[in-house]
């Protein structure tokens, strides 16, 4: 496990408008968040997240 000074968690449109976004800030070793999507609508997220200035890109697909 890791640790990190910050944490930055982007959900991006496609169009890449961000329609959520979260910091966390002295993480040691595992970080799990919950994303709740219910007032989202359907379709294709990216959520970006951001360590250590290293981004990782996961694509995130919402269906009800």
């Given at each position: 496990?890791?640790?990190?000074?910050?944490?930055?968690?982007?959900?991006?449109?496609?169009?890449?408008?961000?329609?959520?976004?979260?910091?966390?800030?002295?993480?040691?070793?595992?970080?799990?968040?919950?994303?709740?999507?219910?007032?989202?609508?359907?379709?294709?997220?990216?959520?970006?997240?951001?360590?250590?200035?290293?981004?990782?890109?996961?694509?995130?697909?919402?269906?009800d």
């Amino acid at each position: 496990d890791a640790d990190y000074t910050e944490i930055t968690m982007e959900l991006v449109t496609v169009e890449g408008r961000v329609v959520y976004s979260d910091k966390a800030s002295d993480v040691k070793g595992t970080y799990v968040k919950q994303l709740d999507l219910t007032a989202h609508a359907n379709g294709i997220y990216f959520l970006r997240v951001t360590a250590n200035g290293q981004s990782y890109m996961q694509k995130v697909v919402k269906q009800d």
